[in-house]
């Protein structure tokens, strides 16, 4: 049956009004569909701001808990974890380490917010001194044996007190290895955010300043996606869902809006997506220029994103776009 067109049909009729426009909206967005992404710096002073990314500090462990505690009190219900460790290696040693930056935090955040959900990243490159995400074999990463050091990274951030691992490595293999030694460890309550499609991107680029992670040498072409491909994202999702992934993402969000799309409709599954530093940085720079409305254009990037199929957002405006929402 076709649409009633002009003058029957008038869609502005219904965005007259605000309370009209609310009641018809198809996508909501609440605080809690935010992940807040935070680096805890065992090295640094209490609080170190991130040049690129404008409002995000380096926090040591103590600042975490204030920091988490106050986007908590905002609505925010989740965050994840990168660490920043005491010193770096060719192994990527402290990733695994009980008394890590990482496992305190968790023990930490534990004690003093329970009913938040905790999620921590896992990937070598923050703390291998050559900046990839993985061991080195000569020049390329060497996916196999990188699989057992993840795996017991994942492990040690379960026992920790983790909600959800979450690898961001991009190794082949690496959900089903991780499930097998959280089930072994008997941490079978552990839940795989699997980065299941992540491009090869150039908007990580603020996250490598705040992390320290950036590869000594050449790229991470080797392991991350090309942006050119589609069907393999869905190939990757697929592997990683059969691997035992409970929720997968994607990601940089805005740029690959039509991944996520697929990946939702395809699956069906909790499906979150990433807005990465750069799409971060590229709305707080222009905003602190004056030449758009940081606010305003933070909350549209990232309904979109949820309108595309995600449902949870990883975002560095967590905490701008509570305020902004409980304002509205
Ligand atoms: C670690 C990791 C990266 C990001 C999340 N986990 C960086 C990278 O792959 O180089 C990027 C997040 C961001 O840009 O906000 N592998």
């Known amino acids: 049956m076709p649409d009633a067109s002009f003058p029957t049909s008038r869609p502005r009729r219904l965005r007259r009004t605000a309370a009209l426009r609310e009641l018809v909206r198809e996508t909501r967005l609440e605080a809690s569909d935010l992940v807040y992404p935070m680096f805890i710096d065992d090295r640094g002073p209490r609080r170190q701001p991130i040049p690129s990314m404008p409002g995000i500090d380096r926090l040591s462990v103590e600042a975490a808990i204030e920091e988490a505690g106050a986007a908590f009190e905002e609505g925010i219900r989740a965050v994840l974890l990168f660490g920043l460790p005491a010193s770096k290696d060719a192994r990527g040693s402290r990733a695994d380490r009980p008394d890590g ?129 589609a069907d393999e994202a869905i190939r990757e999702v697929r592997f990683d869902i059969a691997e035992g992934a409970d929720l997968v993402m994607v990601k940089p969000a805005l740029p690959n809006l039509d991944i996520l799309r697929r990946v939702k409709d395809e699956f069906r599954m909790p499906t979150a997506a990433y807005q990465v530093s750069g799409e971060y940085a590229m709305i707080e720079a222009a905003g602190a220029n004056g030449w758009l409305d940081a606010d305003a254009a933070s909350l549209e990037a990232v309904r979109a994103i949820r309108r595309a199929g995600a449902d949870l957002i990883v975002t560095y405006a967590a905490r701008r776009l509570a305020r902004v929402l409980c304002l509205r």
């Open 101 to 229: 930056v990482i496992q305190r935090s968790l023990r930490a955040l534990r004690g003093a917010l329970p009913d938040l959900v905790l999620i921590t990243d896992v990937c070598l490159c923050e703390y291998t001194d050559h900046g990839h995400c993985g061991i080195l074999d000569g020049d390329r990463v060497a996916n196999d044996p990188t699989l057992e050091r993840l795996a017991a990274q994942a492990v040690s951030h379960g026992a920790a007190g983790a909600d959800i691992v979450a690898p961001s490595d991009m190794m082949d293999g690496r959900v089903g290895a991780i499930r097998a030694s959280l089930d072994e460890a008997h941490l079978e309550d552990v839940a795989i955010l699997s980065y299941a499609v992540k491009y090869a991107s150039a908007f990580y680029g603020p996250f490598r300043d705040a992390a320290d992670s950036a590869p000594a040498f050449g790229d991470r072409r080797g392991y991350q996606m090309d942006v050119r491909n």
